[in-house]
């Protein structure tokens, strides 16, 4: 039954999104050696399950949405596990994060209420904010900042490069928002939820990620260059051929939806590489 359950869980999503507070972790110390293992642990431990938690109420929530996609068969879509029994194994993650939140510090929970807020919003049905324009682009922009910042925070202090830091990554996450919507703008139009790119248009919600994630390039190489006096920027400048190179796959092909779903799976398994060389610099 268990298993079940864990295959409820967006793995690949959720480890992906670990990378924010990790590097905030990494940026916040001067020497990487110094970083106290039990404590990060206890940190992306907790982290992992909060956004488990939003994920799987997400899913909780938009299950009469998803029945009509076709695509997606959660075990959840498919009677495997029950509405309730999955409430309970999100509240038991939840609780989880509250408690190594608190333990670590409890200004944490700030962090984490403001994040449940914003998934709570998001996906009710009574709400619905991801019905509204913008306002999920400006949730998971809010949401990937406070995720920097609340690794940067576990041992370091608030100061220019730190929020700098989190504004760079409040960027990407606004920009693989606006992707999420286009690859999914065939379910949601169906569904009747009118996202950004259901609002606006596939295309220009598209670009504007674009734009968004280019500007987002540029102003890490800035702070790269004017605040943390290291390259980090080269594996940006590396992969950004490829990112382009994917996006003219996919208006070639006219945003056929497996194709872009490629394009979601290599964006996050680049994100996965420009974590690790930022690391593998941070160390040398």
Known sequence: MILRFLRSLRWLETFVRLGAPFLGVVFSVNNIYDINILKLFLLLSGYFTLVSHIYLYNDLKGKGFDLLDT????????????????????????????????????????????????????????????????????????????DFLIGWLLFGKINITGILLSVYFGLLGAAGQMFHEVKDYEADKISGIRTNAVRFGQKNIFFLGLITYSLSVLFFIYISLIFLKKPYFIPHILTYPFYISYIINNLKTDFNRNNFQRFVVFYRFMYIFIGIVIFIIKIL
């Open 71 to 146: 695509l997606k068969k959660t075990p959840l879509l498919k009677g495997e596990v029950s509405y309730f029994s999955l409430f309970l194994f999100s509240l038991l993650l939840l609780f989880y994060s509250i408690i190594v939140y608190y333990f670590l510090n409890p200004i944490f929970l700030i962090f984490l209420f403001i994040d449940i807020i914003m998934g709570i919003t998001y996906v009710h049905p009574k709400v619905l904010l991801k019905n509204r324009p913008f306002f999920s682009i400006i949730f998971l922009f809010i949401s990937n900042f406070n």
